[in-house]
């Protein structure tokens, strides 16, 4: 990857991660659906990169994401996890040889139906983590998995949006 393109890189994670902070935080759906866009940052990262930095960018963009949202290392789990198992999700989406030929995972490379199993997988994972350990424990395990269930479908819109508006800018 250029130059320019870690640039570019690092400058989508942090768009990303403002306006999750900052517009995205309050908008919470019937107390039940939560939207996090900010799982882009790890989800546009190269096919190629080595996992251990992808587990390390993960970290600290959720570990920026639990500053902000005060929560004690929820988001920097759940994204740690994530990070870890990214490449299992992708090989086992894409034949292995785009992996090594520098994969960037975008909507235009992948295409749609690709992309969209690729996304709802990291969101399920993502997902099932940050709202488990959030509850600590099984004790209101129904209301827990209406959360999980809400929130996949309203973040797996948001950022099927965001992906469809930031591929039509690149055009």
């Known amino acids: 990857m250029s130059t320019q393109g870690i640039i570019r890189m690092i400058l989508m994670i942090l768009f ?16 039940l659906a939560f ?19 992808v587990i390390l960018i993960s970290f600290f ?25 990214r490449k299992m999700i992708l090989r086992s989406l894409i034949p292995s040889k785009g992996i090594e030929n520098n994969l960037q995972v975008e909507l235009d490379e992948l295409g749609p139906g690709r992309y969209f199993r690729y996304i ?21 395990f129904g209301l827990t998995m209406a959360k999980v269930g809400c929130s996949i479908l309203f973040t797996t819109f948001a950022i099927y949006l ?9 055009k």
Do not use: W
């Open 16 to 31: 990303y991660i403002i306006l999750q902070v900052v517009l995205i935080r309050n908008l919470v759906l019937f107390d």
């Open 162 to 170: 965001l992906s469809l508006f930031t591929s039509s800018i690149k």
């Open 61 to 85: 963009i959720g570990l920026i994401v639990d500053i902000f949202y005060n929560t004690a290392g929820v988001h920097s789990a759940a994204c740690t996890l994530v990070g870890f198992n």
């Open 120 to 140: 709802l997988f990291i969101i399920v994972l993502h997902h099932l983590a940050l709202f488990m350990i959030e509850a600590g424990g099984f004790q209101h």
């Open 35 to 53: 939207c996090f866009v900010y799982l882009l940052g790890i989800i546009i990262l190269p096919g190629d990169l080595p996992t251990g930095f």
